[in-house]
């Protein structure tokens, strides 16, 4: 039963391309969450989505940053025009149950995707 | 802004120490606790949750919970070299229901 699994591991982009990052959730598991960890710093909430509708995305940038989860294949989380700012750790977790409350035994996180922008 | 506040450390300790690792958060509110261990480059990995005021032990590892001071703790006994890493604390937002993380506390644990 595999984890959660993201990819790429590493991600170069220069200034002004899209990322493109994906997050394929634990068998079983519908919804998915992204956290952004910028260098020295903690781990931020993004985006929390379910099969084919995003449920809270305060988290999110109001511009370039934008996710979704289709009803078949991973979530994707798409950033566009990348400025040097982005580059960070962007990890993803995943639950099988109907909140963005981590439960009882946390989060699984996926094994993340380091972005550079150069 | 609620906030959960670490140390960034580096928190040194010899090897066969106690390391004691603090976190304090300012959401009154808050029920769930969680410290989590992250190797350089790697992902979190969940090693502790603590819900209830007191001390909740898993082998090498203690969490302590003063939900009065708003204060919680992660104890390390027999600390070891594989045990450097940074420890991020979580907290549970009573509001929103999602996690808030510290920025974490690096420990290195010298041989």
């Known amino acids: 039963n595999a984890g959660v699994m993201q990819n790429p591991r590493h991600l170069v982009r220069r200034r002004g391309q899209e990322a493109r990052l994906r997050c394929s959730p634990m068998?079983?598991?519908?919804?998915v969450y992204w956290y952004r960890q910028l260098p020295e710093e903690g781990l931020k909430f993004m985006v929390y989505?379910?099969?084919?509708?995003?449920?809270?995305e305060s988290g999110m940038p109001k511009e370039r940053f934008s996710a979704e989860f289709p009803k078949e294949g991973p979530s994707i989380l798409r950033i566009q025009q990348v400025v040097r700012g982005d580059s960070a750790a962007y990890f993803c977790?995943?639950?099988?149950?109907?909140?963005?409350?981590?439960?009882?035994?946390?989060?699984?996180f996926g094994s993340g995707t380091r972005l550079t922008v150069v | 802004q609620k906030e959960v506040e670490q140390n960034s450390g580096p928190l040194s300790v010899p090897e066969g120490a106690i390391a004691s690792l603090n976190c304090t958060y300012s959401?009154?509110?808050?029920?769930?606790f969680f410290w989590y261990r992250q190797y350089s480059g790697k992902s979190p990995e969940l090693i502790m949750f603590?819900?209830?005021?007191g001390d909740k032990e898993d082998g090498r590892f203690t969490a302590q919970l003063n939900k009065a001071s708003q204060y919680v703790s992660l104890l390390i006994r027999d600390s070891q070299p594989s045990d450097s890493a940074t420890y991020l604390c979580?907290?549970?937002?009573?509001?929103?229901?999602?996690?808030?993380f510290g920025t974490g506390t690096r420990l290195k644990v010298l041989a």
């Open positions: 977790a995943s639950s099988s149950t109907g909140t963005a409350v981590p439960g009882r035994s946390g989060y699984t």
């Open positions: 068998k079983g598991h519908s919804h």
């Open positions: 989505l379910q099969k084919e509708n995003i449920i809270d």
């Open positions: 959401d009154r509110g808050s029920q769930s």
């Open positions: 603590i819900y209830s005021n």
């Open positions: 979580a907290v549970v937002d009573s509001g929103t229901y999602k996690y808030i």
